[in-house]
């Protein structure tokens, strides 16, 4: 079993729709949980960190951490299609590596 | 701020030869940095971690006498692939850590080798 779970998609979603995307972990240890949003052949950028438990909201982004259930998720109001991208969780799993998820591939249409 | 930078963007090399790749940090000093590569539609895996000044910690099946990495100062690690075989063949990405205690990294764009 992996440590982190991450459905690679694709998920492909209308214009303006709520977007959901999903981790679960099997490492309760883990405290810090992050997402990255990487573009086509490029770095991953950091989007949102979150420690422990609870919900964190940027912009059209939010955050949520669930670590009784060991899930965290990343929801995307309003999207667009400059939002087309893979987004990567991951956590710090000590020595400050992070463990990455496989990736989402989200697909925004107009 | 944060801006991390990684040359070459793209290298083609021939089976056998070494080929090196640059991360540098532009605008702070990295006190740790770290070696990715990834694989087409698959996530990052870590290859090692190195400090400043110190040897690589490598990650388990990481060859390190294949990946020879030096991080001779706080702006820039290098990524040696030596003998270079096409299974080498991947994106590699760098990323670098501002503080010692944290777990925040910021990436560089990535390298893709191709070995032919």
């Known amino acids: 079993q992996k440590e982190v779970e991450q459905d690679p998609g694709p998920l492909s979603v209308p214009e303006g729709a709520i977007v959901s995307l999903n981790c679960t972990y099997s490492n309760s240890a883990f405290q810090y949980f992050m997402w990255y949003r990487q573009y086509s052949r490029k770095g991953p950028e950091l989007l949102m960190y979150?420690?422990?438990?609870g919900n964190k909201e940027d912009g059209r982004f939010t955050a949520q951490v669930d670590k009784s259930s060991k899930y965290i998720s990343l929801f995307i109001r309003d999207s667009q299609p400059s939002d087309s991208a893979t987004y990567l969780c991951a956590m710090e799993g000590g020595y400050n590596k992070l463990i990455f998820g496989a990736g989402t591939r989200l697909a925004v249409h107009p | 701020g944060a801006v991390v930078s990684q040359h070459p963007s793209r290298v083609i090399c021939k089976s056998g030869t070494s080929v090196k790749i640059e991360c540098r940090s532009l605008d702070f000093q990295a006190t740790t940095m770290f070696w990715y590569r990834q694989f087409p539609k698959q996530s990052l895996m870590l290859m090692a971690t190195?400090?400043?000044?110190?040897?690589?910690?490598?990650e388990q099946g990481v060859e390190k006498d294949k990946f020879l990495i030096n991080h001779a100062s706080l702006t820039l690690s290098t990524l040696t692939v030596t003998s270079a075989h096409p299974e080498d063949s991947s994106f590699y990405i760098c990323?670098?850590?501002?503080?010692?205690?944290?777990?925040?990294?910021?990436f560089g764009p990535g390298t893709r080798l191709t070995v032919t």
């Open positions: 979150t420690y422990s438990s």
């Open positions: 190195s400090n400043e000044g110190s040897k690589a910690t490598y």
């Open positions: 990323s670098a850590s501002r503080f010692a205690e944290s777990y925040e990294q910021y």
